[in-house]
């Protein structure tokens, strides 16, 4: 079992700047390609930006590039993203997620919700105008 703990949300004004973290916990992660999905109010979980296993190939949504930057330190058991240049609709409940290497089978959609087996509880993060 895995477990994921994000941190580092909060309230912004838009132009800013915020550097999410989520620290694993239960086992080590290095196996493990990892993602981060955000909710916005009233819609549908989405895919924000994913990393693999090594972290040297990184994927982002259209809305978030040139933005954000996803990152991962396996000795620390964490992955962070680093967000800037921060918009209103970049607001939404941020939650971090593990793809388990037990169930990796060397090809996968790394934007998908289903790909992944272990979730944090998610961190809010608003964006004043």
């Known amino acids: 079992q895995v477990q994921l703990v994000e941190s580092g949300g909060g309230l912004v004004q838009a132009g800013g700047s915020l550097r999410l973290s989520c620290r694993a916990s239960?086992?080590?992660?290095?196996?493990?390609?990892m993602g981060w999905f955000r909710q916005p109010p009233g819609m549908e979980r989405e895919v924000v930006a994913a990393?693999?296993?090594?972290?040297?190939?990184?994927n982002y949504a259209d809305s978030v590039k040139g933005r954000f930057t996803i990152s991962r330190d396996n000795a620390k058991n964490a992955v962070y993203l680093e967000m800037r240049s921060l918009k209103p609709e970049d607001t939404a409940v941020y939650y971090c997620?593990?793809?388990?290497?037990?169930?990796?089978?060397?090809?996968?959609?790394?934007?998908?919700?289903?790909?992944?087996?272990?979730w944090g509880q998610g961190t809010q993060v608003t964006v004043s105008s």
């Open positions: 997620a593990d793809k388990a290497y037990e169930f990796y089978s060397g090809t996968y959609d790394d934007s998908q919700i289903t790909e992944y087996d272990y």
């Open positions: 239960g086992r080590t992660v290095f196996r493990d390609p």
């Open positions: 990393i693999t296993r090594r972290g040297d190939t990184t």
